[in-house]
C-alpha cells in the first residue's frame, strides 16, 4: 500500500545522504519533498503539517546539523515521528473479567465486517481463546449463510437465529449461549450502516446498552482515503469505538488513512488486514508500520509467519537434512509451499530490508504464479527422481518436461539450480559440525525461508525470475555454451 509513498521518502534521503553536512536550507528542502509525498498519499492536511514541524525543530538541532552521518539522524528523527502518528505502541485487545468478553464489529456496508469476524476469531482461536461468532446483521441477503460458512471453514461455533428477529435479541442470546458454553470471547458481526443513517446507528446504541461491549471496533476500509477518517470521528462520537480494524492494507491505496486515522480520531488501530485469506490479519504495530514505509523492512512480522507455518518437529528434520547434506527436491517443494502460506511472495519481499524497493526499481513483476512451473516440474518427477535428482537424465527430462507442460530448458535449469543449493547446504553441513554450528542451527531454526537461497534471490532481482522462470513468470532462456579455453574465437566473414 505504501509503495509510492516510501518511494518517494526515499528519494528524499538519497539526496540528502549525498551531502556530508546538511544546512537548516537543506533541511527544509527535505521537509517540502516530505509534505508534498504525505499530502499525495492522502495524509490529513493537519497530520501534516504537525508531523513536518515536528521533524523540521528536532532536524535543525545543533546535534544533527554538525554530526558527522546527519542523513541517518534525520532518517532516524522521521522514523520517530512516524511511529508518533502511528500510535507509539500496539494495543491489545481488552480480557473482561469475568468473562464473557464481548467484541462489537461497526462499520460501513462493504467495508469487510463478516469476513474480518471470522478473520479475528481464527486470530484468536490460534491464541488458544474460545471464540464464538454472532451473526447480527439480519438486514443483508446471505449475511448469516456468509458467516456461517466461514465458521465452518475456521472451526468456530457461530449463534445465529431468524433474521426476523431485532439483533438486540440476537446478541442478548449469543451472550447466554456463550455463557453456558464457557465459550469467550463473543464477536458480534452488526449489520453494514452509513453514519448519517441515524435509525441504523441508534440500532448499535441499543445493542451497546444491552450487551455493553468489552471493545467496539471499527473495520474501516484503508483504500477509501480521508473518507476513512470522517467515518470513523462519526462512529466514534456516537459509540466511543475502542479500536479500528483497517482493512484492504494490501490494496494499491495510498494509505493515508492509516497515517491520519490514529491522530484525528484518537482511536488505536489494532489489527490490519492484509489479504484475502481467512488468516490474513495482522496485529498492528506502529513501529514496524514505519520500518516498512521508510523502506526498512519488518523482518519480525515476516519471522512471526515462518514461525506460525512450520513446527518444532518439521524445523529439527529441516535442520538434520541441511546438516547432514540430504536435503532433496521433496523437502524444495515443501519449503516453496511453506512460503506460499506465509502470505503472496510480493509481500514476503517487502517486509525484507531493500528487496521491495530494489524489485520496484528494476521492474521485477513477482507473482505466485511463478511458482507453479516449478511445483510443476517437481510434481512430475517419480518419487526416487525427487529424492535423487542425479538419476535424472536426458530421457527422463524430456518426460517430465512433457508431464509438466515446461521444455526441457526448464527442467535443466531448476535442476542446476538445485545443484547449487546443495553444494551451498553442503558447506553448511560442514561448519555445522564445528565451532560455527550453533549460528547455522540458529539460522535455520523456525525459517522456512531457508529454502530460499541466495542465488534465487539474486536471480529474481536481477529480472531472472524464480527457479526455471524468466521476468514476470516467462521461460527463461538457457545460458549460452561457454568456449573452452585455449580456443580461438572464429572470426566473422564478410558480409557482400
Not at 120 to 126: G, S
Not at 230 to 235: I, L, T
Not at 239 to 252: A, E, F, N, V
Not at 466 to 493: F, N
Amino acid at each position: 500500500m505504501f509503495e509510492t509513498l516510501s518511494d518517494r521518502l526515499n528519494d528524499v534521503f538519497q539526496r540528502i545522504g549525498k551531502k556530508g553536512r546538511l544546512t537548516e536550507g537543506d533541511v527544509d528542502e527535505a521537509m517540502r519533498e516530505v509534505r508534498r509525498a504525505l499530502l499525495e498519499a492522502d495524509v490529513n492536511f493537519k497530520v501534516v503539517r504537525d508531523f513536518v514541524t515536528a521533524v523540521r525543530e528536532r532536524a535543525v538541532g545543533e546535534e544533527v546539523l554538525k554530526a558527522l552521518t546527519p542523513a541517518q539522524q534525520v532518517i532516524s528523527i522521521v522514523d520517530d515521528e512516524l511511529i508518533k502518528v502511528l500510535g507509539s505502541e500496539r494495543v491489545p485487545l481488552e480480557v473482561a473479567s469475568p468473562p464473557p468478553t464481548i467484541i462489537m464489529l461497526v462499520g460501513l456496508q462493504g467495508s469487510g465486517k463478516t469476513t474480518h469476524a471470522s478473520k479475528l476469531a481464527n486470530f484468536l482461536k490460534k491464541e488458544g481463546r474460545r471464540p464464538l461468532l454472532v451473526a447480527a446483521d439480519v438486514y443483508r441477503p446471505a449475511a448469516i449463510d456468509q458467516l456461517q460458512t466461514l465458521g465452518e471453514q475456521i472451526g468456530v461455533p457461530v449463534h445465529a437465529e431468524s433474521d426476523k428477529e431485532s439483533p438486540v435479541k440476537i446478541a442478548r442470546n449469543a451472550i447466554k449461549f456463550a455463557k453456558d458454553k464457557g465459550l469467550s470471547p463473543i464477536i458480534i458481526d452488526t449489520a453494514g450502516r452509513l453514519q448519517i443513517d441515524d435509525r441504523m446507528m441508534h440500532e448499535l446504541e441499543e445493542i451497546t446498552e444491552a450487551v455493553h461491549p468489552t471493545e467496539t471496533l471499527l473495520v474501516a476500509d484503508a483504500m477509501t482515503g480521508q473518507e476513512a477518517v470522517s467515518v470513523a470521528q462519526e462512529f466514534h462520537r456516537r459509540l466511543t469505538l475502542t479500536g479500528l480494524i483497517l482493512t484492504k492494507m494490501d490494496g494499491d491505496a495510498r494509505g493515508g488513512a492509516a497515517l491520519s486515522i490514529r491522530s484525528v480520531v484518537g482511536v488505536p488501530i489494532k489489527f490490519i488486514g492484509t489479504g484475502e485469506r481467512v488468516d490474513a490479519l495482522e496485529p498492528f504495530y506502529p513501529d514496524r508500520l514505519a520500518s516498512r514505509i521508510l523502506g526498512m523492512g519488518d523482518v519480525l512480522t515476516l519471522i512471526e509467519r515462518a514461525q506460525s507455518e512450520t513446527t518444532e518437529e518439521e524445523s529439527q528434520k529441516l535442520q538434520d537434512k541441511v546438516l547432514s547434506g540430504s536435503f532433496n527436491l521433496e523437502d524444495f517443494l515443501n519449503q516453496l509451499q511453506q512460503i506460499k502460506r506465509m502470505g503472496p511472495l510480493s509481500q514476503i519481499l517487502e517486509m525484507i530490508p531493500g528487496i521491495g524497493q530494489a524489485v520496484r526499481q528494476q521492474n521485477v513483476q513477482v507473482s505466485d504464479d511463478e511458482f507453479k512451473n516449478v511445483e510443476a516440474i517437481i510434481h512430475s518427477m517419480t518419487f526416487e527422481e525427487r529424492r535423487h535428482p542425479e538419476i535424472i537424465k536426458p530421457s527422463r527430462r524430456k518426460r517430465i518436461a512433457a508431464g509438466s507442460g515446461t521444455t526441457q530448458a526448464e527442467v535443466n535449469q531448476l535442476l542446476n539450480q538445485f545443484k547449487q543449493m546443495q553444494k551451498m547446504m553442503e558447506q553448511m553441513g560442514n561448519m555445522g559440525g564445528g565451532r560455527r554450528g550453533g549460528k547455522i542451527r540458529s539460522l535455520l531454526s523456525g525459517n522456512p525461508l531457508a529454502g530460499m537461497n541466495s542465488p534465487e534471490l539474486e536471480a529474481m532481482m536481477q529480472g531472472g525470475g524464480t527457479p526455471a522462470l524468466g521476468r514476470g513468470g516467462a521461460p527463461a532462456r538457457p545460458a549460452p555454451p561457454q568456449r573452452k579455453k585455449g580456443t580461438k574465437k572464429k572470426p566473422k566473414g564478410r558480409r557482400r
